[in-house]
């Protein structure tokens, strides 16, 4: 796999923002159709314990669990947009398919090696983007998606049941998965939410035979219980878990950090700029979008007028310290996650290339010791006002498996 880091970009486009996990939702959960998306269960943490000994460099490669890819990954999470031919992400940018495909592909020419989307973001669209685009250079990347929701496999319509992750919805889902994705086998395939119905060991045995089948490589779940963490990992060793996590939203801190170090789990970081927020994109007047394109920011408290002028404290934080390190307040953000662990990668996502080789800019940024004591203690200082996902997003977060039978 190509590790070469890329050239700096300086130039920061007003209109475009971090692109994250969200997706389709039934009316079931009383939030938006595509709406099914969920955050960290555990609370915000406190500073993570004591200054590293050494001065923290991101570097051109780094272990992901039981893999190696560079620092920076590429999170695609994209739907159809109202206008017929358009696609959009959760915050208001939007493209079309060829310049998904040349995106992801100017990804990897650039050195780019962890690709991320998911069965629901679209239902299937992403998917499907992301195997036309990686034809060709399949080889040149480790490719995660994810399973456990519940849709109808040929129109992508909810369907009543939720999240599924019975063991022959699985097996199913990994097929149309395959197909979509061009490719005999995933690297990486995660529970996005875990399933109350459904031991976990039941799902992990589903993950093993798949493995041994050579359909996939390694698995993880995203949003878990710490209990399910623990009971999946020993049915069979699990090699990511994937929360959101940035200096805006630091609670995988105070548990999941360290049970990942505890058992050698990767973390993957979806929402690694804040949706927009630390890439300074949001203003304190800043208003989003309902309609056509729902923003998801619209109805995340965190972002809603009356706490926005006191959460922009953070962001003026973050474009103080990137000047001070000559670099762009989303290069700073992502760099600061990536001096966190050695063992961290953030998948920011983007519509605009220009963002995107921005992002892939954090690898080249290295904090000292002092620094990073001192960035920690300022970003820990501002308390964020507003929790960050409606409830019945929230919800999904930190479920604990049903017991085995």
Known sequence: MSTRTTPLDAELHTQGLQRRHLMRTAAALGVAPWLLSACASATVGAVASGAPSRPQAAGTSRRLGPLEVFPVGLGCQWRPGATPGVVVDSYSSRFDRPAAIRLIRQAVDQGVTFIDTAEAYGPFLSEDIVGEALQGIRDKVVLETKFGFDFDPVTGARLPGG????????????????KRLRTDHIDVLLQHRVDPNVPIEDVAGTIKDLIRAGKLRHYGLSEPGLQTVRRAHAE?????IQNEYSMLWRGPEAQVLPLCEELGIGFVCWSPLGMGF?????????????????????????????VLPANLALADLVRNWAQRKNATPAQLSLAWLLAQKPWIVPIPGTTNAAHMTENLGAAAISFTADELQQLNASVAAIRIQGERLPPAVAVMSGVEAAPRR
């Open 163 to 178: 999240r599924n992750s019975r063991p022959e919805h699985i097996r199913q889902v990994v097929d149309a998965q395959l």
């Open 236 to 240: 069979h060793p699990m090699a990511v």
């Open 278 to 306: 630390l890439a300074g994109t949001v203003q304190v007047d800043s208003r989003f979008a309902m309609a056509p394109d729902m923003d998801f920011r619209a109805i995340s408290p965190r972002f809603a007028p009356e």
